[in-house]
């Protein structure tokens, strides 16, 4: 069964807030998408299967626990999901990293398709979504179903904001996918944007607008 996860610790709700603020700057914009990211990296790994194996310290054998087997592949969704690969890679240097390039035509709110670019071997990874925004949720949707005709089984989806629309959008059309948001957010005004939310996502990361 899959699972909708909304982080609820202090460090997660310290950094949206300030990921919140108008007068937030770039540089810090970034890297707190950036420190996010590797905090929702931290939940959403937890069920990554371990082996036990022995390792010799300086004084003695341990038994202990280490990664096994899954191999993993990080898909941002271009521009603003790129943002959250570097913290992702901090606690999974070994993932390869695909591409997916959307953006939402201003007036439908539908996501416009324009770059793709996956591993080789993606059907045998285990593949992490990334997107700081599920809005309307077309885009991640769009990007999913992208990534499940390659033949990929186990697809998360990490964001930092969600919308109620876009949050019931994407578990209704992807049932199978596990999603993990920092923050659910009120509703989406008539421009497609969330609210309170934090704006234009891709515009504050690199600085657009
Ligand atoms: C933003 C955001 C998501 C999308 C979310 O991208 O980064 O990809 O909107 O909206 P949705 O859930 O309604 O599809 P945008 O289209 O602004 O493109 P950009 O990242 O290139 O700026
Ligand atoms: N994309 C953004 O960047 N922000 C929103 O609020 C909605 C979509």
Known sequence: MSKTV???????????????????????????????????????????PTEEVEIETPVAVAKTHMLSGR???????????LGM?????ALLP???????????????LEPVEYYCKLPEDIAEREVIVLDPMLATGGSAIDAISQIKKRGVKN???IGIIGAPEGLKRLQEAHPDVDIYIAALDEKLNENGY????????GDRIFGTK
Do not use: Q, W
Request: glycine share 8%; charged share 25%.
């Open 6 to 48: 909304i982080m609820d610790h202090p460090l997660v709700h310290h950094k949206v807030s300030l990921l919140r603020n108008k007068n937030t700057g770039t540089k810090e914009f970034k890297e707190l998408v950036s420190e996010l990211a590797t905090l929702l990296c931290y939940e959403a790994t937890r069920d990554l």
């Open 71 to 81: 191999k993993l592949a990080l898909v941002p969704i271009l521009r603003a999901g």
């Open 85 to 89: 690969v570097d913290g992702m890679l």
């Open 94 to 108: 070994a993932a390869k990293v695909g591409h997916i390039g959307l953006y939402r035509n201003e007036d439908t």
């Open 155 to 157: 697809i998360k989806f």
């Open 194 to 201: 969330i609210i309170p939310g934090l704006g234009d996502a």
